[in-house]
């Protein structure tokens, strides 16, 4: 029966753009399925996560994370991210697909490969891990089953990140290692811990079984196999093919030491080796072949697009070879015999193949230098302190500078700048973020507004806004207070406000009888000095006063008052004249004392007695310090009747 039919998503539309087409290949993790982008109308791999993974919210968050960083890489030998996205209980990735077999079906049909091809097959794997490492990935998988040869002899690697998505899933949480255990560094078994160094174990472990057709480790559990990982020393080839070359052994055992300080530093790294092992090894009679591949098979990988432009990856054009046992014995040489024009085409294109890898590896043995990732600036200083140990540079940290973006502890530049090409063992200085830099208030409180102002320049910040304000404690002048408050933090530059005092300001009393003016200014604080005038028209009021009404003053002065005349009893003018009072035949009210109530009560108290009213400012406190007339005056309805309060 076709599994295909009976798919749910085949003939779907997933996420409103992908067409499923067919099933491809189905994993522990994922289907892979054929489907037309008709966005794009293009051919792309869809891989979709098993709802027991696309269930978990800590593995879709990482997954979505994972699926952005591995987008960003653009190798000739990585399988490229297109699209991320959900629909429903549906988490998928759109890649690129890549007709072809993986290596694992491959190893599956030959056994083994000779040690040429072997390296052709490692060199572009090497350089697509190497381009992850140097942008801050780790595959964290590497392994067989995620390398696939395309029809045209492309190789590419896969399902970069998805291993780290998986940590993040409830497994990880029930002491399932995440990883395949043939290929796990001994830190990964342990710890769980996985760097570039990691992926160069794995790579070294895919060699050894390229050249020797099984993995060095077997056992009846996974764990046996663990074990062995972590305490034993991996086999040279030579120890299970010999004649194997010495090269070969010596690339294998470097990679796959046991300490992951005695590995090469990533897989840039290992690359520069492995293309000088290639170099360095005897030529074969004839074009060097390729691992032959045929139609796609039902296991877990995929994925790839259109044919890519000539790379460095050493593979050459497809010759079928004998799926039997393989020997690293040049084949023999045939009779001589006439040659066509097209076999005349293809011993020239072998030979300018045969050329173009001698001179990659001439290139690539050269490249002794390593460039300073831009991936560093933004980790945490420790991170990025090891990442870049393990990328061959000597790291110091510099001193730290403020920053008001990059948060403290975080990597804000490096010393040389991202993109610098150094030699190994070069020295780093990465220079961390202390975070805003943020200066107190200073203490300004008591100084004059000029030494204030000098002050907050000492700490770089600048006086904003001045206001003054009464004060009956702080002298005239001085700083009361500031805005932000003293001690609190703040930006570099930043203004803050100072609040002055305007010491005492100069009661109202003015057209105040003497008695109560005497007592509102000696009660504020001053020392009332009267003057008697003349030709008043209201007795024994203040007509005048210095200094004016709300002037700045201090306790404690001499307040000059000018009087209207004070006479011993006092009447109104027209008492005098033997006049009859104003209004309307004689309505009069009394005027009620009002003295030291609040002077809206006062206000209101007065015109419902029938008078009106004048509200007079003085000292601002509410009550009522002085009235005029004064309570218990009969005068006329409508008569005005001024309070100070």
Same mark, same amino acid.
């Given at each position: ?5 009976t *798919? ?7 996420d409103?753009?992908?067409?499923v087409?067919?099933?491809?290949a189905?994993?522990g993790?994922?289907?892979v ?7 794009l ?8 996560m ?5 269930e ?5 968050r990482r997954?979505i994370g994972?699926?952005k960083?591995v #987008?960003s890489?653009s ?11 959900? *629909?429903? *209980? ?6 690129e697909y890549?007709?072809? &077999?993986?290596?694992?079906d491959?190893l &599956? ?5 000779? #040690? ?5 097959v ?6 697509a891990?190497?381009s992850?490492?140097?942008s801050?990935?780790?595959? &964290?998988?590497?392994?067989p ?5 395309a029809d045209?002899g492309?190789v590419?690697?896969?399902?970069f990140?998805l291993a780290r998505?998986?940590?993040a ?6 002491? =399932?290692?995440?990883?395949?255990i ?12 996985? *760097? ?13 079984e390229?050249?020797?057709?099984? $993995?060095?480790?077997?056992g009846?559990?996974p764990?046996?196999?663990a074990y062995?990982h972590v ?5 040279v080839?030579?120890a ?16 796959t030491a ?6 090469p ?7 520069v080796?492995?293309?000088?092992a290639?170099r360095?090894l005897?030529?074969?009679s ?8 045929g139609?796609?098979?039902t296991h877990?990988?995929?994925v790839s697009a ?9 593979i050459?054009p ?8 393989v ?6 040489v045939?009779p ?9 085409f293809?011993?020239?294109?072998a ?6 890898v ?7 043995? $050269?490249?002794?230098t ?7 600036v ?12 393990q990328?061959?540079f000597?790291?110091e940290e510099?001193?730290?500078e ?5 948060p403290k502890?975080?990597?804000?530049r ?7 090409e150094?030699?190994p063992?070069s ?20 100084m004059?507004?000029?030494? #204030?102002?000098?002050?907050? #320049?000492?700490?770089?910040l600048?006086a904003?806004?001045v206001?003054?304000q009464a ?14 408050a003293?001690?609190?933090p703040?930006?570099?530059?930043s203004?803050?406000d100072? =609040?002055?005092?305007a010491?005492l ?5 003015m057209?105040?009888?003497?008695d109560?003016?005497?007592?509102v ?9 009267f ?9 024994c009021?203040?007509i ?6 709300k ?7 001499v ?13 109104w003018?027209w008492?005098?004249?033997g ?6 035949g004689g ?12 002077f809206?009560a006062?206000?209101?108290e007065?015109r419902?007695a ?5 509200l007079?400012?003085t000292?601002?406190?509410?009550r009522?310090l ?14 005005e ?5």
């Amino acid at each position: 029966m076709d599994t295909t039919l009976t *798919d749910p998503l085949v003939g779907k539309l997933l996420d409103g753009r992908y067409r499923v087409e067919s099933r491809i290949a189905r994993g522990g993790m994922a289907t892979v399925y054929l489907a037309l982008d008709i966005r794009l109308d293009r051919t792309v791999a869809v891989k979709v996560m098993h709802r027991s993974l696309a269930e978990d919210p800590a593995f879709v968050r990482r997954f979505i994370g994972e699926a952005k960083s591995v #987008a960003s890489l653009s190798h000739p030998n990585v399988v490229h991210v297109f699209d991320q996205g959900t *629909d429903g *209980d549906n988490v998928y990735l759109s890649m690129e697909y890549v007709p072809g &077999r993986t290596l694992r079906d491959v190893l &599956r049909d030959r056994g083994r490969l000779p #040690a040429r091809e072997a390296l052709e097959v490692m060199i572009p794997v090497l350089a697509a891990l190497g381009s992850a490492h140097q942008s801050g990935l780790v595959h &964290r998988d590497v392994k067989p089953e995620n390398v696939l040869l395309a029809d045209d002899g492309r190789v590419k690697v896969v399902d970069f990140g998805l291993a780290r998505a998986i940590e993040a899933t409830n497994q990880t949480r029930t002491g =399932v290692m995440i990883g395949t255990i043939g290929y796990m560094s001994p830190e990964q078994v342990t710890s769980g811990a996985a *760097d570039a160094r990691s992926d160069v174990y794995a790579a070294g472990i895919m060699l050894f079984e390229l050249l020797t057709g099984r $993995q060095p480790y077997e056992g009846d559990t996974p764990m046996s196999v663990a074990y062995r990982h972590v305490h034993d020393t991996v086999p040279v080839p030579s120890a299970l093919l010999p004649g194997s070359p010495p090269l070969l052994d010596t690339l294998v055992a470097r990679a796959t030491a046991r300490d992951p300080a005695n590995r090469p530093a990533d897989a840039t790294a290992l690359l520069v080796a492995a293309v000088d092992a290639h170099r360095m090894l005897p030529r074969e009679s004839g074009p060097v072949p390729s691992v032959p591949v045929g139609p796609p098979h039902t296991h877990e990988t995929t994925v790839s697009a259109p044919p890519a432009p000539a790379n460095h990856t050493l593979i050459q054009p497809r010759v079928e070879l004998p799926t039997g046992p393989v020997s690293d014995q040049p084949a023999p040489v045939p009779p001589a015999r006439r040659m066509s024009g097209a076999r005349w085409f293809l011993l020239a294109l072998a030979v300018v193949m045969v050329i173009a890898v001698g001179v990659t590896g001439w290139l690539f043995s $050269q490249n002794t230098t390593i460039v300073v990732p831009s991936a560093l600036v933004g980790k945490n200083i420790t991170v990025a302190t090891s990442e870049a140990r393990q990328r061959g540079f000597t790291v110091e940290e510099g001193e730290a500078e403020h920053d008001e973006k990059v948060p403290k502890g975080s990597v804000l530049r490096t010393d040389p700048v991202a993109g610098t090409e150094a030699e190994p063992g070069s020295k780093l200085i990465l220079i961390a973020s202390a975070g805003p830099k943020r200066v107190a208030v200073p203490n300004v409180v008591g100084m004059t507004e000029p030494q #204030a102002r000098s002050r907050l #320049a000492e700490d770089s910040l600048v006086a904003g806004k001045v206001r003054k304000q009464a004060s009956d404690t702080v002298p005239r002048g001085q700083v009361m207070r500031t805005v932000p408050a003293v001690g609190n933090p703040v930006k570099e530059g930043s203004k803050v406000d100072l =609040v002055i005092s305007a010491g005492l300001l100069m009661p109202d009393v003015m057209g105040m009888p003497r008695d109560q003016a005497d007592g509102v200014l000696r009660g504020a604080g001053f020392v009332p000095e009267f003057v008697e005038q003349t030709d008043a028209a209201q007795p024994c009021t203040v007509i005048a006063q210095d200094p004016r009404p709300k002037a700045e003053t201090d306790k404690g002065a001499v307040v000059r008052l000018t009087l209207s005349q004070c006479a011993s009893e006092w009447h109104w003018p027209w008492e005098n004249n033997g006049e009859q009072p104003p209004g309307d035949g004689g309505n009069v009210v009394q005027i009620p004392n009002i003295m030291f109530k609040d002077f809206r009560a006062a206000r209101d108290e007065l015109r419902a007695a029938g008078v009106t009213v004048k509200l007079r400012r003085t000292l601002g406190k509410g009550r009522v310090l002085a009235q005029i007339p004064p309570g218990g005056q009969t005068v006329p309805v409508g008569t005005e009747v001024t309070i100070w309060y």
